[in-house]
């Protein structure tokens, strides 16, 4: 009979090398290190127990240790590259329901795509965009009865919208009596033309001179106090593509674009760096980003494990049973993550 190729310590072939270091979790990853070899967690191959040192087999089984501890990690983050996941909509609130769905309307080309008023919880919103809810990404506005007015902070910057011909669009914003805070003109790279509007409750949206495509909402600006860290959070736990990142030294910030597609076809996240700026005022106005997924579960998982906050654990809502997660980013900007097939049930 064949020999197996590999043996199991048992515990008292194991002398772990003793240590005067003062570290406790050096003892504690020791004794967690003892435990995984001794129970067979950890196996070592045969060629490497008989005639080795005991400071060389305490270092193949570490190795071997981090390796099996690191592991169900990695997989939870190739589970989130791999997620079925897209821009839902971004939720914000408004003064004057009506007025804001008519400035979408006639000055920007959005569609109400549904409304529902709440009555019981004293709000009613309505979804808008250029394309249904279940292919296109879109904004839900929520009016709350008897409040007209919201602080919007600096942390969220706008949204960007693609249309074919920029100056023409401000002419009919400006005859609509719609706010221009920036003239059309050459963006800042030297790529398009862009102008900046604002809404009646004073969202700001950048209008980008492009060719038609599938997602005229193209874009939602955040600003963050340090790029890298918002980078890495929004690539592992939220499982978005660095895109392209430019450094703007003559207006003192970078940015970095981010999301689940190429720029051209589908809504990407800018987030913003200025120069020195560490921290945003979040208002009470915008709200979050929705994004699908199809576990809120692992989803959960992967935003602790990136020391994400978790402000609603993973569930369905009371009512209408959609599964959601919700999180504050690094920065204290809220995400939402909802269930793909619950949500495709919510439109029915």
Known sequence: MAMASSLM?????????YTTSSSSSSTSRRFALFHLVTTGAIVLPKSQLF???????FKVAEANAVEKLEQPEQNLFDWVKNDNRRFLHAVY???DLDKTIKFYNECLGMKLLRKRDIPEDRYTNAFLGYGPENS??????TYNYGVDNYDIGNGFGHFGVAVEDVAKTIDLIKAKGGKVTREPGPSTDGSTVIAFIEDPDGY???????KPGPEPLCQVMLQVGDLDRAIAFYQKAVGMKLLRERDNPENKNTVAIMGYGPEDKN????LTYNYGVTNYDKGNGYEQVAIGTNDV???????????????????PLPGINTKIVACLDPDGLKLAFV????FLKELE
């Not at 005639?51 to 087999?57: M, N």
């Not at 809504?267 to 800018?270: K, P």
């Open 9 to 17: 310590l048992p515990a008292a072939a194991i002398v772990l090398p």
């Open 51 to 57: 005639g080795a040192k005991e400071s060389e087999l």
């Open 93 to 95: 609130r408004v003064g």
């Open 136 to 141: 296109n990404f879109t904004v839900e506005i």
């Open 204 to 210: 700001k949206f950048e209008l980008l001179e492009r």
């Open 267 to 270: 809504t990407v996240l800018e």
């Open 297 to 315: 579960y692992k989803t959960a998982e992967a935003i602790k494990l990136c020391g994400g906050k978790i402000i609603r654990e993973p569930g």
């Open 339 to 342: 269930d793909n097939v619950d």
